[in-house]
């Protein structure tokens, strides 16, 4: 069989501040029913800036495949290549419309874990404040891709222990790589 | 396609400007240009000194536009040296990377840009307060997949930093800035035209052939690609870009009289 790449390309959603609510939806990437291609991730990261203390365990975000999403706020897709374009059934959601806006909450409901990440916390406001990347997926799939058929979609959710865990002065954005491709 | 070029690039240490938007840097690929550019590697790294921010951190993006600075003639920053990973090698003259300096912690000579959608973004750091061992590591501003999925600029794109803070406070003097890239430049994929020139039907030894390209048939992006000339049957031939139109015109001089023979527009390649 042969894998033909039709489209590589990236989105990053808006910088999207905490829920306050013990779990929160911030990025979703769908391949919806009909499509013609199937959609390889082969990144998905979370950068996390937290300006408030927190002594008690932080959010974990977990990515799970789920069914197609509603709501939120599409993103726009970029390609690597502007000579490619992608399908209109790959859709990119994010939970926010701009930088530490107001929300636009994704509908959707987890299915199994795939992979999970802790976030970063300040125990103390001292010293340096990194932000580096979380990965969202294991590190293989930069080798081999995640995949997405028609009607499946991945979910980046925050599960807090407490609303307290994930307050607005929590923000988070996520960003993913990936392909369309098929196989003949 | 050939990679005839492959070097790097650095800004001088940048400042903060103080607003909510500052352009960093842009490499950009102008109309000019015959090559395609290739990103490989794109990183800011950034110092705060001595400023403390206990509000949230200022985000870098990096966005592909193409409304080019330099291709006007407006303020874009300073002009940064293209270095070689092989001496053998030449930069093509339409690739050019800018920063927003001219010298380390020297005066801001902004980069007057509109940042095009976000294709990737990177938070830097920020000092809650001045304690212990400050680090600036590599803040990757493209997705550490750039093999073989790099950033492509064909001529007319550019890709810019963008930092952007929630305030202009969150982005003051003591923060000390600086970008570095990593690309390549190929060729494009090429095909061949060719022709005969005559004059009352003899073939015209040295008339002057000009190749105008574009990216459709309303001249979109339209330039010179290249200029030869005859030989002595008349005969003429060029690479010219897959995929773009190509136009042929052809002049030349027949003692005191100047001839300009019919042009073929519209050769689709």
């Not at chain 1, 927190?54 to 975000?61: E, H, Q, R, S």
């Not at chain 2, 060719?194 to 992006?221: E, H, K």
Request: aromatic share 6%; hydrophobic share 45%.
């Amino acid at each position: 069989m042969a894998k033909t790449v039709l489209y590589t390309g990236s989105a990053a959603t808006f910088r999207t501040v905490g829920a306050a609510a013990t779990t929160q939806n911030l990025f979703t990437i769908e391949n919806t029913a009909g499509s013609a291609v199937l959609v390889g991730v082969r990144s998905l990261v979370m950068q996390l800036d937290a300006t408030a203390v927190l002594t008690a365990v932080m959010p974990l975000v977990k990515t799970t495949r789920i069914a197609i999403p509603t709501g939120g706020t599409t993103l726009a897709k970029v390609a690597l290549d502007t000579s490619q374009s992608s399908v209109a059934n790959v859709i990119v959601r994010g939970a926010t419309a701009s930088d530490g806006g107001g929300a636009t909450a994704i509908t959707a409901t987890p299915g199994g874990i795939i992979w999970q990440q802790y976030g970063m916390r300040v125990h103390t406001a001292v010293g340096q404040i990194a932000s580096p990347d979380y990965p969202l997926l294991p590190s293989l799939v930069s080798g081999s891709p995640l995949v997405l058929r028609p009607s499946e979609a991945l979910l980046v959710q925050v599960v807090a222990a407490a609303g307290t865990s994930n307050p607005a002065t929590n923000h988070w954005f996520v960003q993913c790589v990936w392909e369309e491709f098929t196989v003949t | 396609m050939s990679v005839t070029f492959i070097g790097s690039a650095a800004t001088f240490g940048t400042m903060g400007n103080g607003q909510t938007t500052q352009n960093l840097f842009i490499l950009e690929n102008k109309l000019c240009s015959r090559r395609i550019v290739n990103i490989r590697s794109l990183v800011v790294q950034m110092d705060p000194t001595t400023g403390t921010l206990a509000t949230v951190k200022p985000i870098i993006n990096i966005s592909r536009i193409t409304a080019l600075p330099n291709d006007t003639i407006t303020t874009a920053g300073e002009t940064l040296s293209k270095v070689p990973f092989d001496t053998a090698q030449v930069s093509d003259f339409g690739v050019m990377a800018s920063g927003a300096t001219l010298a380390d912690g020297g005066p801001l000579r902004a980069i007057v840009a509109s940042p095009g959608v976000t294709s990737w973004r990177q938070y830097s750091i920020r000092l809650a307060s001045g304690f212990g061992q400050v680090k600036s590591e590599d803040n990757l501003l493209i997705s550490n997949l750039i093999e073989p999925a790099a950033y492509h600029l064909y001529p007319g794109q550019a890709m810019l930093i963008t930092v952007v803070s929630v305030s202009g406070a969150n982005n003051p003097s003591t923060n000390r800035w600086f970008a570095q890239t990593v690309w390549e430049e190929e060729t494009f994929n090429t095909r061949v035209i060719s022709g005969t020139v005559t004059n009352n039907s003899l073939p015209v030894n040295g008339a002057q052939i000009v190749i105008v390209i574009a990216d459709d048939i309303f001249m979109t992006n339209s330039r010179i690609w290249s200029t030869t000339t005859t030989n002595a049957l008349g005969a003429w031939s060029a690479n010219v870009p897959v995929g773009r139109v190509a136009s042929v015109y052809s002049q030349h001089r027949d003692g005191q009289t100047l001839h300009s023979a019919v042009g073929n527009p519209y050769l689709m390649t």
